[in-house]
């Protein structure tokens, strides 16, 4: 069993930052990938942005420049750095992660989630 734990969400001004991290800890070989997804009130949850331990990044449009995702794989965890935020991007921030628990055996887990409003 696989448990990732989210931080870093909050509330913030139009125009300010946010840095949410994940730590996946528990039967963990290794993992593929990790990333972050959101979903607005109302709204399909949506990608973010995904990594791969290899260091290779996917954003989507809306949010390729703003945002930035990193990774330190020696602690199984994944940054989301967030940059000129506006309302629209108030969501909650889903952590999620590709991880094997032996050479074989690989399992898709999600986080419960952390809350970023930006408003004034």
């Known amino acids: 069993q696989v448990q990732l734990v989210e931080s870093g969400g909050g509330l913030v001004q139009p125009g300010g930052s946010l840095i949410l991290s994940c730590a996946a800890s528990g039967n963990i070989f290794s993992i593929y990938a990790m990333g972050w997804y959101r979903q607005a009130p109302g709204k399909q949850r949506e990608l973010v942005a995904t990594i791969t331990s290899g260091g290779i990044t996917n954003y989507a449009g809306s949010m390729k420049g703003r945002f930035t995702i990193s990774r330190d794989n020696a602690k199984n965890t994944v940054y989301l750095q967030m940059n000129s935020l506006k309302p629209e991007d108030t969501a909650v921030y889903y952590c999620?992660?590709?991880?094997?628990?032996?050479?074989?055996?690989?399992?898709?887990?999600w986080g419960q989630g952390t809350q970023v409003t930006v408003s004034s």
């Open positions: 999620n992660a590709e991880i094997y628990s032996d050479s074989i055996h690989d399992y898709n887990y």
